[in-house]
């Protein structure tokens, strides 16, 4: 199947060619031919015998950068450098810190450090409390990984998994202005990652676990949260779906049902599947089916890890036996599996006007073209509508639980933010199919905050 070029391979290519009237037109046709999708052509240089042009375009993955590259060869071009703008983007890492208060005088020196900080220690030794106003905590979270699962590249250790989460803590400033650091462990004993967290913890005033594998992640996040007197919350679970009910909240208003009245699918009862059951059952359906790699899953089954066991005990499905039968009827399809691990054709003994969420990353369990007719898709992808994305949600989940000093993230305020996400899709939009709003959306993370933070204390 072909997909589409995508700015996660953006890439410029200085190119030099003969002065033609038409090379402008021509190099962006040669690029265009092969593939590439054409962002910006700009003169570096002309002269009257040639041109230098940098021309930057999306390409599909980083064979076909060098297909496009080699056909402007062919085409006569003589291409001098590539440089893939992704890379660039991360050369010393997307985030920095910076000081909220000038340091120009020996007064400045002298109240921001010593002598005068340690007025503040005293302050805070004497009352605890005072450290969320006197220092960055309450605006600051820990944002922790083990690096096992990452993405949709498994396992690659926690240095591969630092660039993730620099960017994880980018999008919480840029989204909530909340100060977030990576903290990359190089353990994936349980303990050790338990009582690691508990050791910074102290500093931040919340921690968001991320690309921790299951099951090591259910038993970490709920002793972590045991432990400590400010949010724990795994994002890969619970971020996931938050995001899903958004989008099914929404799928329900245009297609006219209710939640309580949904037969739901979920396959893949992992981290995420398992969250997104949970969070679907408390919100009023009750016939949901949990489906893993060997099958529907079955109370009888004494071998169900205990994370499975609590979804299908909590849900009053019908019993069933194959997948095929599972979605028989069904008018909800989550996808939290991989491609390829189940026939997308199986989709169209769904119920009329089937809702489906492929969530496998990067590459979704189904696209547009294998969607029954009438039916409503949401991905993982940007580069397809309804992009389920998880940082809808924790920015301002985040923000509303430390305006809040919440010392956890519940249920109540995570169903909030569903439905703040969800009110942030217009009637307009909904009538042509959008069920999750933009992740730029200029009032989402606002919304989502305060609804938190409502939660929160009570209101």
């Known amino acids: ?44 240089e002309v002269t009257t015998t040639g041109a230098r042009v940098d021309v930057t375009f999306n390409a599909v993955d980083e064979p076909h950068v060098g297909r496009i590259g080699a056909g402007l060869q062919a085409d006569g071009y003589q291409v001098r450098s590539v440089s893939d703008r992704t890379f660039l983007s991360h050369l010393g890492g997307v985030i920095e810190v910076m000081p909220r208060i000038r340091i120009r005088t020996r007064d400045d020196l002298s109240r921001v450090y010593t002598p005068g900080v340690a007025r503040i220690s005293r302050q805070i030794a004497a009352r605890p409390e005072a450290a969320w106003n006197l220092t960055g905590k309450g605006n600051t979270v820990a944002v922790v990984t083990d690096g096992t699962a990452v993405l949709g590249l498994g396992n690659v250790g926690p240095l591969a998994a630092l660039p993730v989460m620099e960017g994880k803590a980018a999008l919480f400033k840029s989204f909530a202005n909340v100060n977030a650091f990576p903290i990359c462990l190089d353990t994936t004993r349980t303990d050790d990652t338990v009582a690691a967290v508990r050791a910074i913890a102290p500093g931040f005033g919340g921690v968001n676990l991320e690309d921790i594998a299951a099951p090591q992640c259910f038993e970490v996040e709920a002793r972590l949260q045991e432990a400590l007197d400010v949010p724990v919350f795994h994002d890969d679970q619970h971020g996931t779906a938050v995001v899903v009910l958004a989008g099914l909240v929404n799928a329900c208003r245009i297609t006219g049902r209710r939640l309580e009245d949904l037969r739901v699918v979920v396959i893949g009862i992992g981290a995420a599947g398992t969250a997104i059951s949970k969070i679907l059952l408390d919100a009023g359906v009750h016939d949901l089916v949990a489906v893993d790699r060997n099958g529907p899953l079955s109370p009888d089954d004494p071998g169900l890890p205990p994370h499975q066991r609590e979804v299908v005990a909590r849900s009053r499905a019908r019993p069933v036996t194959t997948l095929e039968e599972a979605v028989t009827g069904a008018d909800v399809v989550v996808g939290v599996s991989r491609r390829g691990g189940w026939d997308p054709n199986v989709l169209s003994k769904m119920a009329p006007n089937p809702i489906v969420f492929a969530l496998a990353n990067p590459e979704p369990e189904v696209y547009l073209e294998e969607m029954p007719p009438g039916g409503l898709l949401a991905t993982g992808r940007s580069d397809l509508p309804n992009q389920v994305n998880n940082a809808l949600c924790f920015p301002g989940i985040f923000r509303g639980a430390l305006n809040a000093r919440a010392s956890q993230i519940t249920p109540r305020m995570q169903e909030a933010a569903a439905h703040a996400i969800a009110g942030a899709v217009s009637d307009a939009e909904r009538a042509i199919g959008v069920i999750v709003p933009s992740l730029f959306h200029p009032d989402v993370h606002r919304a989502v905050a305060t609804a938190v933070e409502a939660v929160a204390l009570g209101r």
């Open 1 to 44: 199947m072909t997909h589409a070029p995508s700015p996660s391979y953006s890439t410029t290519a200085r190119v030099e060619a003969p002065t033609s009237a038409h090379l402008l037109m021509d190099l962006a046709r040669s690029i265009s031919q092969h593939g590439g999708d054409v962002v910006a052509i700009d003169l570096v």
